[in-house]
């Protein structure tokens, strides 16, 4: 037992040696690595391990085990008779010793060793597409006579016996199938220990690299999120994306979450908002009487007595007319008193009318404004950094500021998509577009609306102290512009064509601010709308139910606890007095 054991491990050493030569390419017995099947010499062939057996030794009580490994063609294997060896000239104990420590130890780690060394080089070589017949017929014959040295050293087979890689055909995963390779990488256990730290150092510095992008990530979107201000977490997230460059993707979802949720069409709208507009009369002042309409000739948009009226006498504003395809209900586009002066004057109408005969269950909202009793100061917001270059009014109202506060009202696109500029106190924070649709400020703090370069410029309006640009003029001349349906003109592709929350402002042929406002307006239906409140040119501002607010205060002293939101906006009404995120303007009684 203890030759066959012994001739086993020298052929399994003897072999794997063999095969370490043919995956470097060195010759074998006189044959190069890589020669043909037909000239080459099969080693296990002509490679024969023999065991003789020596007569006993004097002093050697083992003399009899003496095992002499040559590779003699001559002698065959059988040739050796086991029982030859007198086991009795041998001390019992000292047998028992030997036979332990040749099956237990050596045996079972040599015949471990040579299989996990054949079978690796097997695989590599199998990688490498350089296998070979007689590399695959020794792997082989090596793993089953490992595998058979083991049993017949009484030493049960355990998986640390088994190759340490899962065999190719044997073993299927979801990254790294059946028979072949679906990952571009060698599973770990194929690897050699250099290969195994280089792969741990490169996976690390991998996931370090992710880390600190993500951390990175993570910190601006938590300084956006925990900024000062009203925004929504929604609003702050969408800002945040189009701060860095994701403003295509923003859209995209929008334009999904609009699809997946379009405006419904038809229905009826409750009659009372009609006529929760706002108060009859200014606290502690009288109430300002509607004349009745004026004759012809009388000032364009403005609706007085036979007389013309005293230079400084706020007439009511007509009612506006009804929207194709629908009849009026009661109170509907009836303008009411929301801000007067000390003395009665409604300097601030509002007004409530269905914007079109598809959408009858909203009502859009209208702002009227006289300008001989106002005057308007353009804010920045911190969106895009704009309170940073502009520096000479904040991005807030301050409390020293709320005195004769009268109103606010929302502005433009971010600038970066507004295909406009923005001007103020002498600093050009984006440069002015010649064509594009403008609100004006002048030094006297009355506001227009008009076109750059044709309508105003600053050769020609050297005291214009801030410009506010925002896609192009949607009615001009007292008309609907006529490129109204073309829905790209109004932003991305889809934000003429949806019916979404809209704000446009425009300017009538007496110089007096109108504002519109609400849900379910189309480019169309919002440009009707400034027209029929008597604009003779108007502009798109901001759409989205976050971005469309007006605000008024009756008290005339902008507390924004005691002040109105014309419609119920998301954000309150701290929205302008705590860091706003977009610019706005200020109107403020004279």
């Known amino acids: ?3 066959d054991q012994a001739r086993e491990v020298r052929q399994l050493s003897a072999k794997s040696e063999e095969l370490e030569g043919l995956r470097e390419g060195e010759p074998v017995d006189g044959v190069a690595a890589g020669t043909g099947a037909d000239d080459a010499v099969d080693p296990l062939a002509e490679t024969r391990v023999v065991a003789t057996v020596d ?10 085990t003496h095992v002499d490994a040559r590779a003699v063609d001559a002698v065959p294997v059988d040739a050796v008779p086991v029982d030859a060896v007198p086991v009795d000239a041998v001390p019992r104990d000292r047998v028992r010793d030997a036979v332990q420590d040749l099956v237990q130890d050596p045996v079972q780690e040599v015949a471990q060793d040579v299989a996990e060394e054949t079978a690796r080089a097997v695989a590599e070589a ?32 355990t998986d640390a016996a088994e190759p340490r890689f899962p065999a190719r055909r044997e073993h299927h995963t979801f990254l790294y199938g059946r028979g072949k390779r679906v990952l571009p990488w060698k599973h770990k256990a194929r690897l050699t220990p250099p290969q195994r730290r280089r792969r741990k150092i490169v996976v690390r510095s991998l996931w370090g690299g992710v880390l600190v992008v993500c951390g990175t990530i993570g910190w601006s979107v938590a300084g956006a999120l925990t900024s000062p201000g009203t925004d929504t977490v929604q609003a702050r997230l ?19 979450q609009y699809d997946l949720d379009p405006p419904t069409k038809g229905g009826a709208v409750d009659a009372r908002q009609f006529s929760d507009l706002g108060p009859t009369t200014a606290p502690g002042a009288a109430a300002a009487v509607p004349t009745k309409p004026g004759k012809a000739g009388a000032t364009p948009g403005k609706s007085g007595s036979a007389s013309a009226p005293a230079p400084d006498t706020i007439a009511m504003q007509p009612r506006l007319p009804a929207p194709a395809g629908l009849a009026l209900e009661s109170g509907e586009g009836v303008f009411a008193v929301a801000v007067a002066t000390a003395d009665g004057q409604p300097v601030v109408q509002v007004a409530r009318i269905r914007p079109d005969a598809e959408y009858t269950d909203v009502a859009a909202d209208v702002a009227w404004i006289d300008q001989k009793h106002s005057r308007y100061v353009l804010h920045p917001g911190h969106e895009g950094d704009l309170n940073k270059t502009i520096t000479a ?6 409390t020293d500021a709320r005195p004769g506060l009268i109103a606010l ?4 696109f971010k600038i970066s998509e ?32 008009g076109m750059w370069g044709r309508d105003f410029s600053t050769q020609k309006n050297p005291d214009i102290v801030s410009v506010r640009q925002n896609l192009r003029l949607m009615v001009d001349n007292g008309q609907v512009v006529p490129y109204i349906n073309d829905s790209a003109t109004w932003g991305r592709a889809d934000h003429g064509s949806a019916a979404v929350w809209r704000s446009g402002v425009g300017v009538t042929a007496a110089g007096d601010i109108v504002w519109v406002g609400g849900n379910k307006l189309t480019a169309p239906s919002l440009a009707r709308l400034l027209k029929d409140a008597g604009a003779v040119r108007a502009m798109q501002l901001d759409i989205n139910l976050r971005w469309a607010d007006f605000q008024y205060f009756p008290a005339r002293d902008g507390n924004p ?18 860091n706003s995120t977009k610019d706005f303007m200020a109107v403020y009684l004279r």
């Open 1 to 3: 037992m203890r030759v």
């Open 55 to 64: 007569e006993p030794r004097e002093g050697d009580a083992l003399g009899a």
């Open 126 to 157: 199998a990688d490498d597409g350089a296998t070979t017949a007689s590399v695959a017929t020794t792997a082989t014959t090596a793993t089953a006579a490992a595998t058979a040295t083991a049993d017949a050293a009484g030493n049960p087979r």
């Open 238 to 256: 969408a800002e945040w994306g189009r701060d860095h460059g994701l403003g295509g993707v923003v859209s995209t979802l929008e334009q999904w």
């Open 393 to 398: 009014v904040p991005n807030q109202i301050n």
């Open 409 to 412: 009202f929302n502005g433009g």
């Open 418 to 449: 507004s295909h406009g500029g923005y001007f103020d106190h002498g600093v050009t924070a984006a440069p002015l577009v010649d064509g594009a649709a403008s609100e004006v400020i002048f030094k006297d703090g009355h506001m227009a609306i």
């Open 561 to 578: 606890d005691n002040s109105k939101l014309y419609e119920d906006f998301l954000q309150g009404p701290n929205k302008f007095f705590v």
